[in-house]
């Protein structure tokens, strides 16, 4: 919940650009207009410039300007960049309802308290106001028409307005531009809905909602391909709008009537959600939300809030989050609940639903010395490492190797005299002409045996090798001979 000092009357978050749902526009019974930082909630900006009460606010399609209506008279364009006024429009009458068009903000339409006609706006250099008038249509109003059939309109439109006079009089209570932004919709105090277009300002099509019940208000989907309104019948109705090819206007067929009943509530604003259609109850010593399935139409959830009258709420454009304001002017925020898996990031973390007596192991809390601590640590960091030339590490092995080959040797069964005159030989004879051979680190020294018959190698070289020219020999031969291998 938002608590200000202030009291609120209306609020509106952005419904697009890259930042949508991020800020909160707040409208003031003083006729201040805040806004709040949704993710911080901190208020960033206060746009003083009315002297009365917000009666609607609207957000451009970038999320830079803000359109804010007042009792004053008055719509102003904020410049959010800057914090500036950018326009003030002024009226004859106090303002109902104000809304940007969804692609150029240069265009707005308005309502004015007991005006019969909504007021279309261009704040373009060649732009201007006009009255959308509901008694005409784009029959009569063709310039190239002749004289003739223009003094018959002329006559035509007379006798309608005298007809218009005796009748009762029906006022726009609210206006506004569809997605496309091509027609115009007002709904009336006398219950029907008037479709204009948007660029030739001319009536197109009168649509009859209820009988003799004031239009209260209107929103349509992101799609535009649905539209709910808000009557004083206290019945919320959701009507599709399929468009046939080569037609401006849709055909509304009516998906869903929503009301209350047994207890009659009156209704205090309407709106998508998302998948959802949503209703503020006008009771007087409650605070509720009502939202419906929009496809099936059953009844999914109420929100309850405190005592105090709802005034006014707002749905968030891409969270399950609504905003609603009480009589006394403090803002609610409504989120769904969130639960909890803990045990997701800690696997040893157990959810309790109770409170339980907690038992600690018998060396939980147990003091240890740091300085016991500080000498394991440096015990675990300080080894000794041995370090070794690798020239060193392989002859080393070589003559381990050799060593044990000799012992064997002399120690197997076989070995006779003259075995050991030839081992004898062999100690004199360098080892790096008959092996040339280093341990791999994965095999050990104790249990690895090069697989070769020094016997044999050595009868080899002794038979074939000069004795007088033996050290040259080895210097120019760069190849190792080819050494049979044991089968053993």
Not at 34 to 42: A, G, L, S, W
Not at 200 to 219: A, F, P, R
Not at 339 to 350: K, L, Q, R
Request: glycine fraction near 6%.
């Amino acid at each position: 919940m938002f608590y200000f000092r202030f009291i609120s009357v209306i609020t509106k978050f952005n419904p697009s650009g890259i930042f949508s749902g991020q800020y909160l526009a707040i409208g003031r019974l003083d006729g201040c207009v805040t806004i709040v930082d949704f993710e911080t909630k901190r208020t960033i900006k206060f746009l003083m410039g009315h002297v009365k009460p917000i009666t609607s606010l609207d957000w451009s399609r970038n999320s830079r300007y803000l359109l804010s209506a007042s009792r004053d008279w008055n719509v102003i364009i904020w410049d959010l960049k800057s914090g500036d006024r950018k326009q003030t429009i002024r009226f004859d009458a106090p303002v109902t309802s104000a809304q940007f068009h969804p692609i150029n903000r240069k265009l707005i339409v308005v309502t004015l308290q007991s005006q019969e006609e909504a007021i279309f706006v261009d704040l373009r250099s060649e732009g201007g106001r006009w009255e959308l008038d509901s008694r005409q249509s784009h029959q009569t109003t063709n310039p190239e028409e002749d004289p003739k059939t223009a003094d018959s309109t002329e006559k035509g439109k007379a006798s309608s307005g005298r007809r218009g006079s005796r009748r009762k009089r029906q006022a726009a209570t609210v206006a506004r531009f569809n997605p496309s932004g091509d027609l115009i919709y007002v709904g009336t105090s006398q219950g029907t809905l008037h479709l204009f277009d948007c660029r030739t300002k001319v009536l197109v099509h009168i649509e009859q909602i209820t009988n003799n019940n004031t239009i209260k208000s209107m929103e349509f989907d992101n799609k535009g391909s649905s539209i709910v309104l808000n009557s004083n019948d206290r019945i919320i109705r959701v009507y599709s709008l399929k468009f046939k090819a080569g037609e401006m206007v849709p055909t509304m067929i009516l998906d869903h009537k929503f009301q209350d009943t047994i207890v009659r509530t009156p209704w205090q604003g309407c709106g998508f959600g998302s998948e959802y259609v949503v209703a503020g109850a006008g009771h007087k010593d409650s605070h509720q939300i009502f939202i419906w399935d929009r496809s099936s139409g059953t009844l999914t959830k109420i929100l309850d809030g405190p005592k105090d009258p709802l005034e006014a709420f707002d749905w968030h454009p891409t969270r399950p989050i609504v905003a609603s304001v009480s009589i006394l002017g403090l803002i609610h925020i409504w989120v769904t609940g969130v639960t909890e898996n803990w045990s997701a990031y800690a696997p040893g973390f157990d959810e309790l639903d109770e409170n339980v007596e907690y038992r600690e192991r018998e060396d939980e809390f147990d003091y240890e010395d740091e300085s016991d601590l500080e000498r394991r640590r440096k015990d675990e960091q300080e080894r000794t490492i041995e370090i070794f030339k690798a020239e060193e590490n392989v002859n080393t092995n070589r003559i381990e190797v050799h060593k044990k080959r000799r012992k064997l040797l002399l120690a197997g069964p076989g070995s006779n005299k003259e075995d050991k005159e030839l081992m004898k030989e062999l100690d004199d004879v360098e080892l790096d002409q008959f092996i040339s051979f280093e341990l791999d680190d994965d095999h050990s020294k104790d249990d690895f045996f090069i697989p070769i018959d020094y016997r044999l190698e050595f009868q080899h070289h002794h038979h074939h090798s000069p004795p007088s020219d033996d050290n040259d020999n080895r210097s120019n031969n760069n190849h190792s001979p080819n050494y049979p291998i044991d089968s053993s």
